[in-house]
């Protein structure tokens, strides 16, 4: 600042308005530092500017898997609203594991953020004490539960097995199988399919470690045939996977749905281009970043929130494959 202040021949005091409030300098004085900024390829130390104002401009966000398709809407809605709110967004990967998660949150609240966003609510009982503590305002996703931290934007999973499991049945399903990931939302989905569907017979599950793969599809699908050559129908907990699925039926000439109805979960955005297209479960991740952003801001610069706790719900999306 002293530096600019020098170049520029104003004080600093002119240099913090023209960086940070620009309407309350001239525009010849505003175009002088701007310049200055460019010439020293200055940038604003953000850490020493929230200690002095007391208020961070930064949200975090945790998510299982950057590179997972699913979370994609939900991350680049939240960058638009915040950003247009002025604040930024620094994401971290806590994958599928509670000790990574909680080693990650470590290094998040000792640096204060102004908000934190959290993807599923089950989180170990240390961590859920230090972000009670902490006084930041959290904002847990893709999951409910009646005992949020802070507040909360989802939709049940045992809703969606159960929603899952009813159109299969309907569409004429009598032996279904379930490929999985191994992660606890996903899993939960497969329960609530089976106690759902209530079948006569043990439902077949091949779960797999989460992120799920294509190739993990592919596998899962000629390991049931192998065991079970019988079964007319596979719920797949991630499209990526039902992909997969789809790819085996072909290389072993079934017929989709005839012989083998095949739906998903997530409606990636290659899900309506498959062949056939793929039935699967949409999630409005959207939504929930938008919702995620206001309740956060809401709470941030005045304390309060509408709601506390929002259910999206989901759209069974019916596609040729089932």
Partial sequence: MSDLARLTGVTKVTVSRALNSP????SETLERVREAVRQTGYTPDL????????????????IPAIAGGVFQETVAALTSELAAAGYQLLLGQSGYD????????????????????LTGVVHSEESRQKLRASGIPVVE???????????????????????????????????????????????????AFIKAFDSSTPIPVVSVESPAKLGDGRRALARLLDEHPSIDAVFCGADIMALGVLMEARHRNMRVPEQLKVMGYGDQNFSA????????VRIDGTKIGELAAA?????????????????VGFTIVERESA
């Fill in 295 to 311: 309740m956060l801001i809401a709470k941030i610069e005045a304390g309060t929130m509408r709601q506390r706790r929002i259910d």
């Fill in 98 to 117: 509670e000790s990574r998660e909680e080693a990650l949150l470590d290094a998040i609240i000792g640096r204060r953020p102004a908000g934190i966003v």
């Fill in 273 to 280: 281009d498959t062949d056939p297209p793929l039935t699967t």
């Fill in 47 to 62: 850490i020493a500017g929230s200690l002095a104002s007391n208020r961070s401009r930064l949200i975090v966000a945790l």
């Fill in 141 to 191: 996703t893709w999951d409910i539960t009646r005992t949020p931290l802070d507040m909360l934007i989802g939709f049940s999973h045992q809703k969606i097995g159960k929603a899952a499991a009813d159109y299969l049945r309907q569409r004429g399903a009598l032996r279904p199988a379930i490929v999985t990931p191994d992660d606890r939302r996903a899993q939960a989905r497969a329960e």
């Fill in 23 to 26: 309407d309350l300098v001239s």
